[in-house]
């Protein structure tokens, strides 16, 4: 049995795309690049987003990223053909080598730390801060990656905490106009034990780290930063998100009011999965024992 290279109208399948030769990318599609190459795959409704203030037109967005499939800088992940119906949601798109040569050769490329582990996990991930970095841009707040910042120091992502080590899912920053605020965000996808202290990353394991590091502001002399730590816990079920709030209601020393939790949809290849999930930025966190906080404010 043979893949087809085309489907009934003659266009490209998520298996194969005819090669176009002499393909460069615009002004538009190397910020697509970038925003890639930073938070890491991102769908073609992400990148469309991204792009919006300056090119409304979506089916014209979504041709010129198929030209850059074709033209060897984008590539399907392929984990997505997993959902459901993979053909009918948007493609996720990451870089290919030629496209991390092309932002080399046009002095743009940049050491970007992007999730790593599973991949569904780093896509959801990715999917988090790539919202958060578009929504703040909207209304004027910058994003700052974690390598921006960790090159200041030179300092590593992971973080002592006594004898062990702190590794957040990702680490970045919001410049709210001279005023600043540093995150660290973990994403549970449902694999996580919930009460666990082993060697194994658990909540409470999680929520002890974070306590002592806040406590001992261990963040400040290891990042090198005078901002205050957000920890931002991402779940991707309400349910999920409530027995984490309880969890740290019942821990009642806990530095809590530096833990801010929100839902996001579970499952991948959904509608509402594709969504661009600007509530991130633009609606209020919820926290254990204090009133929900939005973090577009500085």
Not at 106 to 112: A, C, F, N, S
Not at 225 to 246: D, Q, Y
């Amino acid at each position: 049995m043979t893949t087809a290279t085309t489907d009934s109208l003659g266009r490209a399948t998520f298996h194969h795309i005819a090669p176009q030769a002499q393909v460069r990318p615009t002004e538009r599609e190397i910020r697509w690049l970038k925003h890639i190459e930073r938070h890491g795959p991102q769908s073609s409704h992400y990148l469309y987003e991204l792009t919006r203030d300056t090119h409304a037109c979506r089916d014209t967005a979504l041709r010129q990223m198929q030209k850059l499939r074709a033209g060897g800088y984008l590539l399907l992940p392929r984990q997505q053909r997993v959902t459901e119906r993979a053909e009918f949601n948007p493609y996720i798109y990451d870089l290919t080598r030629k496209a991390k040569d092309h932002l080399c050769d046009l002095g743009l490329d940049e050491p970007t730390m992007r999730p790593t582990g599973h991949w569904w996990h780093g896509y959801t991930v990715s999917c988090v801060t790539g919202a958060i970095d578009i929504a703040a841009a909207r209304q004027g707040t910058r994003y700052i990656p974690a390598h921006e910042i960790l090159t200041r120091t030179g300092a590593e992502l992971a973080m002592p905490v006594g004898r062990t080590k702190l590794i957040p899912d990702q680490f970045f920053a919001l410049d709210y106009g001279g005023c600043y605020r540093a995150f660290a965000l973990e994403v549970d996808r449902g694999t996580e034990p919930k009460t666990s202290l082993a060697r194994r990353k658990s909540w409470a394991r999680s929520i002890a780290q974070y306590d002592h590091a806040v406590r001992q502001q261990t963040y400040k002399t290891h990042y090198g930063l005078k901002a205050n730590l957000i920890v931002l816990w991402v779940f991707t079920s309400r349910s999920k998100e409530m027995r984490f709030l309880e969890l740290l209601r019942e821990r009642a020393q806990t530095t809590s009011p530096v833990f801010l939790t929100a839902s996001v949809p579970a499952s991948a290849g959904s509608r509402q999965t594709w969504a661009l999930w600007t509530h991130l930025f633009e609606q209020p966190w919820n926290r254990a024992d204090d009133p929900p906080v939005r973090i577009s404010r500085g």
